[in-house]
């Protein structure tokens, strides 16, 4: 192995420590912020004894987790039973990969150590785990697997809980990616890229895509939620009728995964919306994020990074708190009904604005965005007459009641 | 560039032996004490009635089969709308054309009642 190569992977291999346990603290403060937030928005106070506000609680959950008792159901396929809530933790840990958090870093090192020799850096690191060519594919693509841990959970457990759960949520998972998939791919056509760093980048040096994708982003919302299982589509598990879902029968440390699985996807997802659509790491107003890498840059678009992800996970819990369950057949029609057509003609429209713009020779930047900004008000306001009028997604037409 | 993807096989490694470790030493520390009512499938506190895996509607079938078809249609459009500049007119036309031709078998599915659930 070359110097160079040695140094890679030693920055390599810091990352993806530092990363891991980074996202496993995310997780374990957004559990709390989830349980603290449900408490103001119910105007209670939520877990607040473990530590300062509560803040230990995680930690007090996790070893209760750890050491109780796990219950595995008679009848039940034990191989399946125990690696699905692995299927579900593994893909999900493994999406923040390729999510730039911060400016790239300049970092030069050059030592020598006695047995494994010398290691050799010089330049800039981007700040992700591993800056795939495929980029955003590799998340779609992941993303995916996380089906399999769901079914086989549902499958093993041999509880009709279970198994209803697991099928509607693999029936959902499977529906909504095709809406999550399409709303991405005008992502694609405005970057003319797949990786996150280079979409990050245009966004940085032209324009934020919420403005010009305003639709998209909202079909990716909407499919976002469906895909973590989220209220208002937390179907899987919907308590009044289904107990809990597919993790009906799991306890103790396999439970625990398929909630860290859930949450660090939760986290991911949040921290996708702020990448492809609100500029990643970049600082609104400024073009010195523009500059010179350097560590004061890194720290700062980290926090840049950072506060758009919280933003997100908090739009996250308050729609849990705010909104109702869908019902099945609804969200089924929802999915298929409205959000493939209206995610299909609306990357027609929007590639044939996009094309028109470019032959009139317009660049990307302010002006490219208002029109395009423009083009999606007819279409958001033809999604929202759709739903509005609830034959689609309701069956018939909603009765409108006034308030006395 | 391959070099790319060692970080992520590292993450990989890393994933997959904290799960088998959470599974392993929670397995190892706890005490177990199984009974027969213990080992019942929950159903309410209710003795569990007939088998689990029965059969089971149709319709997951049927959305599993039209996810393959939409989910391949959406991968045919990724690398269309990366090089979507290179292609010029000739490109948009042709994923028009290729959507047209998806909305006739998307209107057959709905007509044919794939959609409903009742």
């Known amino acids: 192995m070359t110097p160079e190569l040695k140094g890679f992977l030693l920055l390599a291999a810091i990352k993806v420590v530092v990363g891991f346990g980074g996202l496993l603290l995310a997780v374990a403060l957004v559990t709390w912020l989830e349980r603290r937030q449900a408490g103001f928005h119910q105007d ?64 030069s090192f050059d030592f020598e150590l006695p047995v494994v020799g010398r290691f050799v850096h010089d330049g800039v690191m981007p700040m992700m785990v591993a800056d795939l060519p495929v980029g955003l594919l590799f998340v779609l693509a992941i993303s995916s697997i996380g089906v399999y841990g769901i079914v086989l959970a549902g499958w093993a457990s041999n509880s009709k809980y279970s198994f209803l759960g697991g099928l509607r949520s693999s029936a959902q998972m499977v529906s909504y990616e095709v809406a999550l998939g399409l709303s991405v791919i005008s992502v694609f056509i405005l970057a003319g890229d797949v990786t996150l760093s280079g979409i990050v ?17 909202a079909l990716f919302v909407v499919s976002a939620l469906a895909e973590t299982n989220r209220l208002p589509f ?40 702020a990448t492809l659509f609100f500029g990643g790491w970049d600082i609104p107003f400024t073009t010195w994020d523009e500059s010179e890498p350097s560590l004061l840059k890194t720290a700062l678009t980290f926090g840049a990074f950072a506060t758009k992800t919280v933003f997100f996970v908090f739009m996250y819990i308050w729609i849990r708190w705010s909104l109702p369950r869908f019902r099945y057949d609804q969200l089924m029609a929802l999915g298929w009904k409205v959000l493939l057509p209206a995610a299909l003609s609306y990357l027609m429209l929007l590639s044939g604005a996009i094309w028109a713009l470019e032959q009139l020779g317009i660049e990307q930047g302010p002006l490219y965005g208002f029109i395009l900004c423009i083009v999606n008000l007819p279409a958001i306001y033809a999604l929202f007459w759709v739903i509005d009028s609830g034959r689609l997604v309701f069956g018939q037409r909603l009765q409108r009641r006034t308030m006395n | 560039m391959l070099r790319e993807y060692a970080p992520l096989l590292l993450l990989v490694g890393i994933v997959i032996v904290s799960a088998v470790a959470m599974i392993g030493l929670s397995h190892a520390i706890q005490t177990r004490r199984p009974t027969q009512v213990k080992g019942m499938p929950y159903e ?13 509607s149709v319709k997951f079938y049927l959305v599993a089969m039209l996810f393959i078809v939409f989910d391949l249609e959406a991968v045919f459009m990724i690398p269309w709308a990366v090089s979507f500049r290179q292609l010029g ?10 959507v047209l031709i998806l909305l006739v078998a998307y209107i057959y599915v709905w007509k044919r009642g794939a959609l409903e659930w009742e």
Do not use: C
């Open chain 1, 201 to 217: 980048e245009n966004q940085q040096q032209k324009l934020w895509y919420v403005f010009p994708l305003a639709l998209g982003f």
């Open chain 1, 234 to 273: 937390d179907l899987p598990e919907a308590e009044s009728e289904l107990v809990f879902g597919y993790h009906t029968e799991y306890s103790a440390m396999k439970f625990a995964m398929f909630f860290l699985g859930e949450y660090a996807a939760l986290i991911t997802m949040a921290a996708l919306m």
């Open chain 2, 89 to 98: 007119l000739l490109g948009l036309i042709e994923m028009l054309v290729f």
């Open chain 1, 44 to 107: 209670r106070l939520g877990p607040n004894r473990v530590g300062p506000k509560g803040l230990f609680q995680p930690i007090a959950d996790g070893i209760k987790n750890f050491i109780k008792e796990e219950l595995v159901p008679a009848d039940a396929d034990k191989f399946l039973f125990l690696i699905a809530p692995a299927l579900v933790f593994t893909p999900a840990l493994l999406l923040f990969a390729v999510i730039p958090f911060a400016a790239p870093l300049p970092v």
């Open chain 2, 44 to 56: 309410s506190g209710m003795p569990a009635l007939g088998g689990t895996r029965d059969r089971f």
